[in-house]
């Protein structure tokens, strides 16, 4: 069919994908041919101007290897993946029987690059970054469902870069996993662990999205925060940070990432006996949040 | 700055970008914003089908090389390669002085992937086809001005495939050009050379585009064409195709190339004598187009 006119031509796209036989696959591409379609027309999008995105594009998928993903990263700068995080939970939570959502489940946010599957499984109390960078920090609190009750055995899988922000998958030739831990609450739905008050870092600004990232003036930094899945049998798997209080850049998250629900207040301690009994030679810091899961949909 | 739901999200991305110091870029990525956000919410697209679409791009640009550019055939296929066409020519068309524009100019279409600059420059009625695969063809015509004035001395770059779809790029180790040259019109603005007929053809399919077209259960091919680029100084440059009336998929050209006023009937020759005063010993066909060009944007 010939294309008279850009808005004939939409419509004859449109026609075409209209005819996919998968019923989500024709919703997709339908509403991705209708926005491509009006960003082109709205911007008036000029021969050079789609050449400069073919080129970036190419770049972008040029610039991902086994240890980056730059496509992730573009949608994490574009605030694409924080909006599927947040729809994704949102459907989740509609999804849940009436009556019992008494108070929401924890706030999700972005998962980013550095998840590393397969961490070692640590007791409570454990100190699970020996040997890296940072000030000592203890963790504690709570697992319980959203009506309140405490939640025993609920894993909670834990990442972070260290005290100057380094993740240990950006360190050449460090083949061992550090920062990271597997835990599991006890039968009062208690976690703690010792790690390090992480660091805020920019993100990679070596490559293309880095370029744009620079292009709109936005600096690449993410506050510091530290990663948790959190998971258990019948309930939403809830992936998430908890984000530490007046760290630089916590208003202004390069990926959007920051819900005021995930800030944490830092307390800072002197040297001496710390919650758990330690005797700390050092200061240290006590950072405590409870975690709230909802109610998987029945299957 | 917090997100507290999928909306002011999106507020907050764009008021970032609209930083940007450059005011173009600014528009570019405020559009962008927006479009891929109401897309992401009115699909309510799910991480799964987020992380498939990452991999898609990713697989996208691994596919990429110096001969093969699978970004540019995800335009194509999606019709933004033509959409960014047609407006350029409205723009351009736009830009004529007044009353200049008795006959519109020759309407242009994409360039696709197999242009290569520097063609051999050829006398008007050569054979640039000789030893290539196909049936020959005569094609003949005028470039005017869209007044319907005679312009000689344009400059024609043509190239097509050969009879069986074969772009000369595309044969393992053909290092030469085949059915390639550039022509200028003479005193007269006529133009002449020797060809093959073209024949309609697929666009690569084992690449990710290739299952994505699969998916929405379209037909990978183009209708019979031969490419023209033409130029002269103080004109607009058009870039476009004739295509052969009757071609198989000329009513679904996967890459929405099609546009009427460039369908020409070839007119089929038993052997003889041919319009040049060549002597053919085999059927031939003869085909007559002629180009109009607008005059350009005074700088």
Same mark, same amino acid.
């Given at each position: 069919?010939?294309?008279? !006119? ?25 509403? %991705? ?13 000029? $021969? ?5 995105? *073919? ?16 496509? *992730?990263?573009? &949608?994490?700068? %574009? ?44 007791? %409570? ?21 959203? &009506? ?6 609920? %894993? ?14 950006? *360190? ?30 920019? *993100?990679?600004?070596?490559? $293309? ?27 939403? !798997? ?9 760290? $630089? ?40 949040? !409870? ?9």
């Amino acid at each position: 069919m010939s294309q008279p !006119d850009p808005l004939q031509l939409t419509r004859t796209v449109l026609e075409r994908v209209a005819k996919a036989p998968d019923p989500r696959f024709r919703v997709l591409m339908t509403t %991705l041919v209708t926005k491509l379609h009006e960003f082109i027309r709205e911007v008036d999008l000029t $021969p050079e101007e789609w050449m400069a995105a *073919i080129e970036f594009l190419t770049a972008t998928g040029k610039t991902c290897t086994d240890k980056r993903q730059e496509f *992730i990263l573009l &949608s994490d700068t %574009l605030g694409a993946s924080m909006q599927v995080v947040m729809l994704a939970q949102a459907r989740a939570s509609a999804a849940a029987p009436d009556g019992m959502q008494a108070t929401p489940a924890t706030e999700a946010t972005v998962q980013g690059p550095y998840y590393w599957e397969g961490a070692p499984e640590r007791e %409570l109390g454990s100190n699970i970054a020996e040997g890296v960078r940072g000030e000592p920090a203890y963790y504690h609190g709570r697992v319980t469902d959203v &009506s309140g009750q405490p939640m025993a055995g609920v %894993l909670l899988d834990v990442w972070s870069g260290d005290g100057e922000g380094v993740y240990d998958m950006q *360190i050449e030739g460090q083949a061992e996993m550090l920062a990271r831990a597997r835990l599991r609450t006890d039968a009062e739905g208690r976690y703690s662990f010792w790690s390090i008050r992480p660091s805020y870092y920019p *993100i990679p600004m070596d490559g $293309p999205v880095g370029r744009m990232v620079s292009g709109i003036g936005q600096h690449p930094n993410r506050p510091g925060h530290i990663h948790f899945k959190v998971s258990a049998p019948g309930h939403v !798997d809830i992936t998430t940070h908890i984000f530490v209080a007046n760290s $630089p850049y916590i208003e202004s998250d390069v990926v959007y990432g920051v819900r005021d629900s995930l800030i944490v207040e830092f307390q800072p301690h002197g040297p001496g006996r710390a919650p758990d009994g330690r005797e700390m030679k050092t200061p240290y810091w006590t950072a405590e949040y !409870d975690f709230r899961l909802s109610p998987a949909r029945a299957t």
